[in-house]
């Protein structure tokens, strides 16, 4: 049990080195598609594409990095992003220093 907590934090942790959170991913995409759809704004570094180990489909959500913050621009200036005919929801992750997230739990 403690093993699995340990890479379920270790997740969560690595996850906040993304820029952005992509929501509303359709069934039928994949993490290749997604790099290929993000590439035009900028170099995509990682894209990482959750999979649900009982159905062995990914969760309708990824997080995408790329490899400096003005390609992160590039697409939150986009109106709308739009895979397969469904419309992706964006949300730019924020990164936060250890001190001020101490500061803000207190």
């Not at 489909?57 to 590039?74: A, G, L």
Request: with cysteine; hydrophobic share 35%; glycine share 4%.
């Amino acid at each position: 049990m403690a093993a699995a907590s340990a890479v379920r934090a270790a997740g969560r942790r690595s996850r906040r080195l993304f820029d952005i959170f992509v929501a509303e991913v359709p069934w039928t995409v994949s993490s290749k598609e997604l790099k290929e759809y993000f590439s035009q704004f900028g170099l995509v570094q990682r894209c990482q594409l959750p999979f649900d180990r009982d159905t062995g489909f990914h969760k309708r959500y990824c997080w995408i990095k790329f490899s400096t913050p003005e390609e992160v621009q590039n697409v939150l200036q986009k109106d709308s992003h739009i895979l397969e005919g469904s419309k992706l929801t964006l949300k730019q992750q924020i990164r936060r220093r250890r001190s001020q997230r101490k500061n803000q739990s207190d």
